[in-house]
């Protein structure tokens, strides 16, 4: 037997059996009765999705019927079958009851099968999306409790790096120290292979401690510990002078080191050390990994997007298309395994966050052995 969706209320014989005539054939079960309180009987029994009701019965009024309905199951469609021009009725109807439709008698079959058929369809979208909401509700609120575990643990691990890193910085000093006074002679004199072995342990040492001194830069940065001394400064004058430091390096390595601006440059807010730290690193990186050409530093203003862009251009190795994203995430280094030089694997990473906080973005372009290009973009702002 099929579940009861739909109860009809009407104190006329007749109607009723009609009723049960027209809906015998539905999938969905129907309900009929001609007693208001075996209707109610029947609503707590069942699942009942549309009720229809007569206006004019000897007991109760349909409308009053209906508002019985919505206070106790407010979910149900409310439909008011009526015979009469009764403008009351049909305002009571609105505002009392709330009814989905009204449907005068007499009736034909099919319109009244097509009307209730839209009113179940009406409850089951109405229960649908009630549905989603509570479990996109739920969901929400399993998220915010995701994010804020992952926030503090991210928090956890900031404060866990910044901490190790301090304690980490005055016993390798001491290490450092150590080496230099013994391959110095100071403590007596050592052999050339002693010698060898000491080096590569400095070596080791000044990596150390430049991943530390990463680590702790990345760390502020993020907390927001360290605030931007933005003061107005021209780009290109930046450009060159990081350009002509490391000129002589390019140049030692048969390299070419230019650059290629545009002059047509507004003053902007910077924080000049921060900027030289990302050309820096940029740079340092297009010269670990170009082998023959060299690189090319440019500035371009795009006067619609109102934005600076800075690009570094060499003729390196190249990047392969899958590594591309990988690139400003933490610990990532460039290049093949056999190709990459001792790092730390957190320039880039320094370098996103350092030009997200001047309000910028940084991207890269790159195919396999045909050079990359590092750029940023940088807002132009009233000063």
Not at 126 to 146: D, G, H, I, S, Y
């Amino acid at each position: 037997m099929s579940q009861i969706s739909v109860l009809f209320l009407d104190d006329e014989e007749n109607v009723i059996n009609s009723i049960r005539r027209v809906f015998a054939d539905e999938d969905y079960g129907v309900a009929v009765t001609r007693n208001p309180e075996e209707a109610m009987a029947i609503m707590s029994r069942e699942k009942i999705k549309v009720v229809l009701s007569d206006q004019r019965m000897p007991d109760i009024s349909g409308v009053e019927f209906l508002r019985r309905i919505k206070t106790q199951y407010p979910d149900t469609v409310r439909i008011l079958f009526t015979a009469y021009a009764d403008l009351s009725a049909a305002e009571a109807a609105i505002n009392v009851s709330e009814v989905y439709r009204f449907i005068s008698k007499p009736w034909h079959s099919d319109e009244l099968k097509a009307a209730v058929a839209n009113a179940i369809h009406y409850y089951d979208i109405v229960m649908e999306n009630r549905r989603l909401f509570e479990e996109t509700k739920a969901k929400n609120e399993e998220l915010n409790l995701a994010n804020c575990k992952l926030k503090a643990l991210y928090d956890v691990q900031k404060d866990f790096s910044s901490t190790l890193s301090h304690e980490l910085r005055t016993p390798l000093a001491s290490i450092k120290a150590a080496i230099d006074i013994v391959i110095s002679g100071t403590a007596g004199e050592s052999t050339p292979e002693q010698k060898n072995f000491l080096s590569r342990a400095k070596a080791n040492v000044d990596r150390l401690n430049r991943l530390i001194n990463d680590i702790l830069d990345l760390a502020h940065l993020e907390s927001g510990k360290v605030a931007l001394d933005r003061q107005p400064a021209d780009i290109n004058k930046v450009i060159q002078s990081v350009v002509d430091t490391q000129e002589s390096v390019a140049r030692a390595k048969g390299l070419y080191l230019k650059f290629s601006l545009d002059t047509n440059m507004p003053v902007l807010l910077l924080d000049q050390d921060k900027i030289v730290q990302v050309l820096n690193n940029l740079i340092n990186n297009a010269l670990k990994f170009t082998e023959s050409g060299g690189i090319t530093v440019s500035s371009k203003l795009n006067v619609e997007k109102k934005q600076v862009e800075v690009r570094v251009q060499d003729t390196g190795y190249g990047i392969k298309e899958e590594d591309l994203v990988k690139l400003f995430e933490k610990f990532k280094q460039l290049g093949e395994a056999h190709q990459r030089q001792a790092g730390t694997g957190l320039g880039l990473a320094i370098c996103k966050e350092i030009i997200r906080q001047h309000g910028g973005s940084v991207g890269v372009e790159s195919k396999k052995d045909q050079g990359s290009c590092f750029y940023f973009y940088l807002p132009i702002e009233k000063s």
